[in-house]
């Protein structure tokens, strides 16, 4: 769905997350907002799972955190790839 799903990594969030919010902004067409950087201070309820990570600013510690399931997710990759929804990345 080529323009229609933004592709958004984790780490690129973590390293620039003005750049990324910016982008993720412009690509709903919504108006920039300086507090979309301060989420973390927000005081709206959140109810969802996250609720508790919601009023954390950014972190790095879950960067590369998938690799502890790299194996189990070997089937998976193959399927994506086979299918066509994921490129050969080795």
Partial sequence: M???ILDVA????VADPEQQARRLIAHCSLEWEPDCLEFHKSKVASTT???VQVRQ???STSIQK???YENQLI???TRLTEAGLLGDTG
Avoid: D, M, T
């Avoid at 984790?10 to 969030?13: A, G, L, M, P, Q």
């Fill in 66 to 68: 998938w690799r502890h």
């Fill in 75 to 77: 089937p998976l990759k």
């Fill in 10 to 13: 984790y780490e690129n969030v």
């Fill in 2 to 4: 080529p323009g229609l």
């Fill in 49 to 51: 799972a996250s609720a």
């Fill in 57 to 59: 600013p950014l972190y």
